[in-house]
């Protein structure tokens, strides 16, 4: 699919001078404090497409309209946003003259782009279940504002919004009559249609004949977001026709015109009272049901979700509802997820299960525009798809406000570069201080991503408490770490040293020590060697694996393992292996059809293989990368 290749922007909200941002069709990480200006290349995306919706948008560039958007210090006579996507020369353009395509194309792609892309920010999950404890939630404000105006109707003739925006421009009556136009009657019954439509791919089930299948939203959370040990939930939607005149408190509405009522308590009994002489458009209402499976198999209501549950909870739930409306089949050009600081109130843990969401599933249909403060989610994320992903697939970088000129103008700074390349530049500049400072970063980082929890971690044989070990100690664990995976160490064996000698001396600021250009060199040629054997990279394995093979004496066997740990890849010198330190128990040999249960327990696979090897004559040349598979192929075929 062809995805935007350019994003310019001038005189618009942070931006007071032009600026462009070469993506080249690939996918975004960009880091910025508040204010840089990362949040307004969101907004300026989501302005243009919903531009498609509306023509509201040209008045972001008015100065004289108390909507306007434009930048107050810029010198631009017309401020605006453009992009261009990939294989293409046509420029689509927003400004005070509203929407324009240069030139004009027969079939404009971007408003099926816009009934395409989605935007998701903090305040989108924020309002999602900012309800007060006396209130049931209501997510007809989310969809109304955040969903339907990037939603086709069934016959894409209007986005779902465009709709509503005609039923509450006033209620239609026929002539000078009294009575409701039919045209009107209709248009509302279409709205109510239409968003029961988008209901039911929410609320969709594999089975529908099953009575236990659950909602399409509810697998997406189950699946992807839920914790091990919390129990499964059941998320569904509500919209019903409910033929009943005055709203009830936790029911759900079509949209619909009526009468006001409101509640008055009269001698302890509650009476329903209107209080309008005239018809009026009475707001619908989505009811949000959530069901928690107890452990006899019955489900219990959780009646209001934003007492009972945490906030990592709730951000799940509504991620796990949008989430349910994406297209995972079909990609059409220029379809993005632009995603500004919505996980801002998660901790890492929770984060990164909706990031490997995204990364293992969305990322295959739709361009990730990712935006954050957070500099260590920031360099987490980064990383995690650098080790585990096509990170030629992606741009990194930060924006920063250039305080040394006024107006303050952002600045994109493209994180194009390694650290061993910095290292490169410092060293040819003779920075050797701040060489020291980033080899000892990129030692670090190295042993940690390299070494098992084993080699990481010590225990007092006293307290029998555990605590990191020192760099020191990682160092030293080194050595044996290369004999098991059968790594040459002897370009580290002089580690320690170089450590002792500078870097420990750059890592605690000690100007007065001596730097020695060879020794710099030699150390940074060692941890160079040293970046080059990764083992970051997780096989995508189930937790059930087997191998099959003809042993020596011509019986088909078959192994039938489970994982106790992720399967970690390891790579060097161009080649490819499990890596040793990978637990995991033999369950049953099937021998000739004659299975024998073992449930037995190894620190290795490779330990694992060997003991089948001498018990149950398996040749020994075999190699486990590519004889190992689960239920859905070869590991190999999963790297």
């Not at 990480?29 to 498609?52: C, F, P, R």
């Not at 005239?278 to 209402?285: D, G, N």
Request: with cysteine.
């Amino acid at each position: 699919m062809a995805a935007i290749s350019k994003i310019k922007i001038d005189g618009f909200k942070a931006f007071p001078k032009e600026f462009e941002l070469v993506l080249d069709g690939k996918n975004l990480l960009m880091y910025g404090e508040n204010g840089s200006g990362k949040s307004s290349i969101y907004y300026a995306l989501h302005a243009l497409l919903q531009s498609q919706y509306h023509d509201k948008g040209s008045i972001y560039f008015d100065k004289n309209n108390p909507e306007s958007l434009v930048n107050k210090y810029t010198t631009t006579a017309d401020p605006y946003i453009e992009i261009e996507l990939e294989g293409s020369n046509t420029k689509y353009h927003l400004s005070k003259n509203g929407y324009k395509e240069l030139p004009v194309g027969a079939i404009s792609p971007l408003r099926d782009m816009n009934a395409e892309c989605v935007f998701i920010n903090h305040k989108f999950l924020f309002n999602s279940f900012s309800f007060r404890n006396s209130q049931y939630i209501d997510l007809f404000p989310v969809f109304i504002k955040d969903m339907l105006p990037f939603t086709f109707t069934d016959d894409k003739s209007k986005y779902i919004s465009e709709l509503y925006d005609e039923v509450v421009a006033g209620i239609q009556r026929r002539g000078r009559g009294r009575r409701i136009d039919s045209e009107y009657d209709r248009l509302i019954k279409k709205f109510n249609q239409e968003v029961l439509r988008i209901i039911g791919k929410i609320n969709s089930k594999d089975d529908p004949r099953d009575p236990n299948a659950l909602s399409l939203a509810s697998n997406v959370y189950n699946n992807y977001f839920r914790d091990s040990d919390d129990q499964e939930l059941s998320i569904e939607l509500n919209y019903e026709n409910n033929s009943d005149k005055i709203p009830k408190t936790n029911k759900s509405y079509w949209l619909r015109y009526g009468y006001r009522y409101q509640q008055t308590t009269i001698a302890h009994r509650v009476i329903e009272e209107r209080v309008s002489n005239k018809l009026e458009i009475l707001s619908p209402v989505i009811r949000l049901t959530i069901k928690e499976k107890k452990d006899d198999g019955t489900w219990g209501d959780i009646e209001k979700p934003q007492t009972q549950l945490n906030e990592a909870k709730l951000t799940a739930i509504i991620l796990s509802i949008r989430f349910s409306l994406l297209d995972l089949v079909a990609a059409p050009d220029g379809r993005f997820l632009a995603l500004d600081d919505m996980l801002i109130s998660l901790d890492m843990s929770n984060r990164m299960k909706v990031i490997k969401y995204l990364l293992d599933v969305v990322a295959l249909k739709y361009k990730l525009y990712v935006f954050t403060h957070d500099r260590l989610f920031y360099h987490t994320l980064k990383r995690i798809i650098e080790t585990q992903y096509k990170s030629s697939e992606w741009l990194f970088g930060g924006i920063y406000v250039d305080d040394s000129v006024a107006p303050n103008e952002p600045n994109y700074v493209p994180d194009n570069k390694t650290k061993i390349e910095k290292i490169e530049d410092a060293y040819k500049c003779h920075d050797y201080f701040l060489c020291g400072t980033l080899l000892r970063q990129e030692c670090e980082r190295c042993l940690e991503e390299l070494l098992p929890d084993s080699y990481r971690v010590k225990e007092d044989p006293r307290t029998r408490i555990s605590s990191p070990k020192n760099l020191d100690e990682q160092i030293a664990s080194l050595e044996e770490f290369c004999r098991i995976e059968n790594i040459d160490y002897t370009p580290f064996k002089d580690l320690k040293s170089y450590k002792d000698l500078f870097l420990n001396s750059t890592a605690h600021n000690d100007i007065t020590s001596p730097f020695y250009r060879n020794e710099v060199k030699i150390c940074k040629q060692a941890i160079t060697l040293l970046t080059q054997i990764n083992r970051a990279k997780i096989i995508k394995c189930k937790q059930d694996f087997y191998f099959e093979y003809q042993s020596l004496d011509g019986k088909n066997c078959l192994v039938s393992m489970r994982r106790r740990e992720p399967i970690k890849l390891l790579e060097y010198n161009g080649q490819q292996r499990i890596s040793y330190y990978s637990k995991c128990e033999i369950r049953k040999m099937v021998v000739d059809g004659t299975n024998t249960v073992l449930n037995e327990g190894f620190n290795s696979i490779y330990q694992a293989y060997f003991y089948v090897c001498q018990n149950y004559n398996c040749p020994s040349n075999l190699v486990l990368l590519d004889i190992l598979k689960d239920r859905d192929g070869y590991l190999k075929d999963k790297i």
